[in-house]
């Protein structure tokens, strides 16, 4: 069964870090570009960060840049995405999922399989 599986989510304060990380299982994501997306309450699915399958190469909104860094493991079949510094505003659900290419703009209508996602608030 291909499934994608987010986990690493929490409560944590403002100025804090978590890691978030997306497993794969019943296929392998060597040849997959791996995005990642979060929805808010009452706001769309928005593009977080994207890591091709080939050369590594990765993407980042505006709004997570400086903060947030995507990274592979192909060895664990794992997708990354350590977050620091995190804002109040970056409190969402967070998804993974996979395309063969990072689109120029990360939009979900361009990936295929979804993980679950995981709620990561940001609160004092």
């Known amino acids: 069964q291909v499934q994608l599986v987010e986990s690493g989510g929490g409560l944590v304060q403002p100025g804090g870090s978590l890691r978030l990380s997306c497993a794969a299982s019943?296929?392998?994501?060597?040849?997959?570009?791996i995005g990642w997306f979060r929805q808010a309450p009452g706001k769309e699915r928005e593009g977080v960060s994207c890591i091709s399958s080939s050369d590594g190469s990765t993407y980042y909104a505006d709004s997570v840049k400086g903060r947030f860094t995507i990274s592979r493991d192909n060895a664990k079949n794992t997708v990354y995405l350590q977050m620091n510094s995190l804002k109040p505003e970056d409190t969402a659900v967070y998804y993974c999922?996979?395309?063969?290419?990072?689109?120029?703009?990360?939009?979900?209508?361009?990936?295929?399989?979804w993980g679950q996602g995981t709620q990561v608030t940001v609160s004092s």
């Open positions: 999922a996979t395309t063969f290419r990072c689109p120029i703009v990360v939009v979900p209508r361009s990936f295929g399989s």
């Open positions: 019943g296929f392998t994501l060597d040849y997959y570009a």
